[in-house]
């Protein structure tokens, strides 16, 4: 007998064995899909592991129901490098198949309901909600769940077609259906019968409509401008006739028209041939890489804001094309692929692809081909931390650009990889070199550089040698004692913002807080309105009016009265971007003021109108979150003010400094970037803080040496790795006894420091309260022994019949 090892989309802890035919043993390789059935009706979309002639122990085989490819989809190192991610971060192999690939590729079944015609039914022992899915079946062959769902106007239509299957009047089929169509475009051709001038002529004089001629003549124009194909769009839009024209003449037997498979994301039209010139510092930075690179696998690339590092990359990449190999870039946040695109795609044409999660599925399973097949377009691929898993072969480098930004690791849901640590192993498996570049280097990474590990550039020099921007702190105590204060602004702010827009120069204003307020308050009673799912208050969202739940979802119209005492006295307080904007739009009516956070950036195209726009200098002060200090380049931006840097600073999290340096600082980045010193102005109730003074002199040194101290004093990476379990259930009680098992069992057997189990800040989430274990290991020392034994307690865990409803999440290397 012959036997596939398969992988399933699930959080399973194991691959599943599968018969196959003997035909089947032999044509398939690792990589390839499959449909499997699994369970007593479901059909699933697994992954071929290998294949072998062991049958399982403990259970029959079943057979494969069919093979989706004809060659494998992904390939060996990439699976050796999700065994790798399962591995680190605990997380089974089903989780990091389904996160890795698009959704298309992961076809699940889709439950069919069939008419049984053999049956005779009565209608009248039928209830009213029985008879509609009857009837519907009466009118087509088949119904999904879904659209019985949508016909019943109900979400639970599993008892009524449970109720129909009991009669025997419906038969269930599961069928799995393929959600990716590729892409066709129509292109139209004159008929070879009219290949000579002569005959062309006469074609013209025996055509008697006149949008007829227009078409004909038009389709001559585009032929003239490009001697590519001609699609019936490019030719509608260059004669401005109708498709009833245009189905005329190829009636008449003057045009043909075919179809050609093309994709839907094409750079062509971007290329604009320009040379690179570095300078002197660029030049330098530029060979000191090369050397670097001869004696480290890995190079961090530690520049100033504005330096130019990304001269540097493109450099790097062209080095690297040339040589025949692929290039992954990663970046933190989808905002700034769509400002590197342009550049990329102006330099290197259609050699480039993008990858991340504002593009539908379709164009993601297009980049997916590309780079299997190594197709030219998509020699560079840019995208956010998910483009880590595309079928590389040939890989030559990866850049890791802002790798310090803490959204390079996933948090929800498994695998809980860190994209900049895992793109290292990766490029370890291709024998590839790593490029991490940064203003701000994570304190991980400076040590790794400090100890040897990795290589070092410095570029500490502007491009341009434009100064560092000048950064002035207002002391906002001072200043509401003075009362030099006008609603959150301070007068030295507006003054300063005022005269940046005289000048005809942009401004950005950061606050890392969205919605209008994050806490309305009722001054008779104290009452602030909270989630009903989670321990968190409500902010204010004005534009909506309504409040709502940051972390749920939960939202409820903006209340009247307070829901306590009936007052009407509720005010807001704290301040969100959506204040901000409104606030400055009474200040400077002439100005053209616009918000860049998420709830202005949900569009697919939205972080690309908002950067053209303001880029075009068709906004004047730009308002917005911790989107806006990631790596954006605007040349006419003067002024960055910072409306409370304090509220970065008190935060329960041991990297609370560390990120308020490296947030401030790249905020701060963003002023100055052409000819003149820009200027950064911090409003602070702290203006003496250490870390407040760090940004204000850019002292990365001194800032990584503080902190360097307070890890080591108080076991924090990167001398201690830490892995932490959160636990989840709907019964407070039982939560608090499991986690206080599991602790107990994590202390006996493990000799590391475990810390716990303790309530988190936000300890209700989803109407799931929360507890938390925290377990330190040092970083000399291996973690694989202890990982082992947290599996073997966790499986113990999930024995215990009272707690094996508590959901328990691990999160290694938590960020």
């Known amino acids: 007998m012959y036997f596939a090892e398969v992988i399933l989309p699930l959080a399973l802890p194991r691959t599943f064995t599968y018969v196959v035919t003997e035909a089947e043993y032999h044509f398939l390789q690792p990589g390839m899909r499959v449909v499997v059935p699994f369970g007593k009706r479901k059909m699933y979309t697994a992954l071929v592991h290998h294949v072998h002639q062991i049958p399982p122990q403990l259970y029959e085989a079943k057979s494969i129901d069919h093979i989706l490819d004809e060659s494998p989809l992904v390939n060996a190192i990439q699976l050796n490098h999700w065994q790798w991610i399962a591995s ?90 393929q959600t990716y169509k590729p892409k066709w475009v129509k292109y139209v051709r004159l008929s070879p019968a009219y290949a000579e001038e002569s005959q062309l002529v006469a074609l013209l004089d025996s055509l008697k409509s006149s949008r007829q001629k227009e078409a004909v003549l038009g389709y001559f124009q585009c032929q003239a401008e490009s001697r590519k194909p001609i699609s019936v769009k490019q030719l509608k839009e260059k004669s401005g006739v109708s498709d009833a024209v245009l189905n005329a003449l ?56 504005g330096s130019g590092k990304t001269e540097l990359y493109i450099k790097m990449i062209e080095a690297t094309i040339q040589t025949g190999k692929q290039v992954l870039y990663l970046l933190p946040e989808i905002a700034l692929t769509t400002q590197l695109v342009q550049r990329l ?30 197709n030219p377009t998509a020699q560079i691929v840019i995208g956010a931390r998910s483009a880590l898993f595309l079928p590389f072969s040939n890989l030559g480098l990866v850049l890791v650009d802002e790798e310090h930004e803490q959204t390079f690791k996933q948090q929800d849901p498994a695998p809980r990889y860190h994209a900049r640590d895992a793109a290292i192993v990766l490029a370890q498996a291709h024998g590839a070199k790593t490029l991490l570049g940064s203003a701000t280097p994570s304190i991980e990474t400076y040590h790794n550089v ?62 890392n807080r969205r919605g209008f307020a994050p806490v309305m308050e009722c001054m008779t009673c104290g009452h602030i309105p909270q989630c009903t799912n989670c321990n968190v208050s409500l902010t204010y969202h004005k534009f909506k009016n309504q409040l ?78 911790q989107m806006l200090a990631k790596g954006l380049d605007f040349e006419n931006v003067s002024l960055v003010g910072i409306i409370n840097a304090d509220n970065l600073l008190y935060y329960p999290d041991f990297r609370a400094f560390e990120r308020s340096f490296q947030l401030l600082t790249q905020v701060a980045g963003r002023a100055g970037r052409s000819e003149k010193q820009g200027k950064v102005m911090i409003q602070t109730y702290n203006p003496l803080h250490n870390t407040i003074q760090q940004v204000t002199h850019h002292s990365y040194t001194e800032m990584f040496k503080e902190q360097l101290y307070d890890r080591q004093i108080y076991k ?39 810390l ?35 599996q073997r307690l966790l499986d113990s865990f999930d024995t215990v019949a009272q707690y094996r409803t508590i959901k328990v999440t691990v999160n290694v290397d938590y960020y």
Request: aromatic share 10%.
């Open 548 to 625: 709502r739940c940051h972390y749920c979802g939960y939202a409820i119209a903006k209340p009247s009265h307070c829901h306590a005492c009936s007052s009407t006295d509720l005010i807001t307080k704290g301040i969100g971007t959506e204040q901000i904007e409104m606030d400055l739009a009474q200040i400077f009516p002439q100005s053209n003021i616009k918000r860049m956070d998420q709830d202005t950036t949900r569009g697919k195209y939205s972080f690309e109108k908002l950067i053209d726009s303001f880029k075009n200098r068709e906004i004047d002060i730009l308002v917005g979150t």
């Open 88 to 177: 680190y971060y605990m997380c089974t192999l089903g989780e990091v198949f389904r996160g890795a690939l698009p959704a298309a590729f992961i076809l699940e079944s889709e439950t069919q309901l069939h008419f049984r015609p053999e049956v005779q039914v009565d209608n009248s022992a039928m209830t009213d909600d029985e008879y509609l899915i009857y009837e519907a079946l009466q009118h087509q062959s088949s119904l999904t769940m879904q659209l019985a769902s949508s016909i019943l106007n109900r979400k639970n239509v599993y008892p009524v077609v449970q109720s129909l299957l009991q009669k025997g009047v419906l038969a269930l089929h599961e069928e799995v259906q």
């Open 345 to 374: 795609t102006r330099y290197f044409g259609n050699t480039v692809s993008v990858f991340h999660s504002k593009y539908s599925n379709n164009e993601r399973v297009e980049v997916w081909h590309n780079v299997l097949q190594q």
């Open 716 to 754: 924090y990476p990167p001398y201690y790795r830490l892995i932490r379990l959160t636990l989840k259930h709907r019964d407070f009680g039982k939560l608090k006894e499991g986690s206080l098992w599991l602790y107990q069992g994590l202390k006996q057997h493990i000799d590391s420091p475990v």
């Open 250 to 305: 190829v009636a008449k037997s003057v045009f043909e028209t075919y179809s050609l498979q093309e994709d839907r994301v094409d750079f062509t039209n971007a290329f604009q041939p320009y040379t690179l010139t570095l300078s002197m510092a660029q030049q330098e930075a530029y060979d000191a890489l090369q050397h670097a690179f001869k004696t480290k696998p890995v190079v961090l690339l530690h520049g100033v804001t």
């Open 450 to 511: 400090k100890i040897g590990k990795y290589g070092l550039v410095n570029l500490l020099e502007r491009y341009g040698k434009t100064p560092l921007p000048e950064v002035q702190l207002i002391d906002l105590k001072e200043a509401y004692f003075k009362k030099q204060m006008k609603g959150h602004f301070s007068v030295a702010l507006l003054d300063a913002i005022a005269e940046a827009l005289a000048l005809g120069e942009q401004v950005i204003l950061f606050q």
């Open 756 to 790: 716990g189990p303790e309530e988190p800040a936000i300890n209700k989430i989803r109407n799931e309260y929360l507890r938390t274990i925290l377990i330190k290991t040092p970083a000399n020392k291996s973690v694989t022994g202890i990982k082992k034994t947290i």
